[in-house]
């Protein structure tokens, strides 16, 4: 039997990679199902298109995005904003169906005060100038996410805990903590100079609220939704006050199972899941032409 799902006003995802081996859809999707959303933020690196292979693409990953279109069915509204690992996405800015929406960048007003949210790439020195660099570097990402995989399988075999390589490697690396604190006042500067209360990003797989002062400008809280690789984390926005999810630190992580799933019957080919998500967003269709 389903539990009842929490009723949040805003929730925001980024970096979830579907498409590659490291991708905790599972995860995720037991997330999706625990949560009723009045909007929720898709902030980039959503489908790992730089990565994508026809060979790859598991149930589980499918489910992911078949989630999604039942939340709009719910009339949840679902912002869709482009990040680097999805910039194919970019030349359809702009489409909208139903409660859906493509987009670079949304700027909300959250109990009076303004939010803008963007995945973050922007900020990157390596996207700009460098792109091949950053694809080189996103594929030896995911080889060692399963190679961190593989250690934490035989580590658990033998009663030790996980651990994660580059969360180690990032934490250690002073370039990166460098890295991450710049990205982290960029973000708040710009946010302070153009008078908004929250800026919430992605891109750089770091969850965190963080407050910045300026002298000489408004006052910016930071935050960034991390990511479903590694942290598996989320934020949301209620009342006026914003909190990380972390998958990861639930007590009991539940799982919420489809009517075919408590039935005890097999599992669904991925051909089928992509049909009932093309006949959701045919019913989306029709409804937004009503």
Not at 87 to 92: A, N, Q, T, V, Y
Request: aromatic share 12%; hydrophobic share 35%; glycine share 6%.
């Amino acid at each position: 039997m389903n539990q009842k799902k929490r009723k949040v006003e805003l929730v925001a995802i980024s970096d979830v990679h579907l498409g590659t081996y490291g991708c905790k859809a599972k995860e995720l999707l037991s997330y999706l199902r625990s949560v009723q959303p009045r909007t929720l933020i898709l902030n980039g690196d959503i489908i790992d298109i730089w990565q994508f292979k026809k060979s790859y693409f598991p149930n589980s990953h499918m489910k992911v995005l078949k989630e999604i279109t039942h939340l709009l069915s719910k009339k949840t509204k679902v912002y869709y904003i482009t990040g680097n690992h999805d910039e194919m996405l970019r030349k359809f800015v702009g489409f909208r169906l139903g409660s859906f929406e493509i987009v670079n960048k949304v700027v909300l007003e959250l109990e009076g005060k303004k939010a803008w949210f963007f995945h973050g790439d922007v900020f990157d020195v390596t996207m700009k100038h460098s792109k091949w660099v950053a694809k080189l570097g996103a594929h030896g990402y995911d080889l060692l996410i399963l190679l961190n995989t593989l250690s934490n399988w035989i580590s658990e075999k033998l009663g030790r805990g996980k651990l994660s390589f580059s969360k180690k490697i990032k934490n250690s690396v002073k370039g990166a903590v460098k890295h991450i604190s710049n990205f982290e006042e960029t973000a708040a500067q710009i946010a302070s100079d153009n008078r908004y209360d929250y800026v919430v990003c992605g891109h750089i797989h770091q969850p965190q609220i963080k407050n910045f002062e300026f002298k000489h400008g408004k006052d910016v809280m930071y935050l960034n939704s991390g990511d479903w690789v590694e942290n598996l984390t989320a934020l949301e926005y209620n009342k006026g006050h914003w909190s990380v999810f972390n998958y990861s630190e639930t007590e009991t992580p539940v799982r919420y199972l489809e009517p075919d799933e408590e039935r005890g019957t097999s599992k669904m080919e991925t051909k089928q899941l992509f049909n009932d998500l093309i006949e959701e967003f045919q019913i989306l269709k029709y409804k937004s032409l009503k």
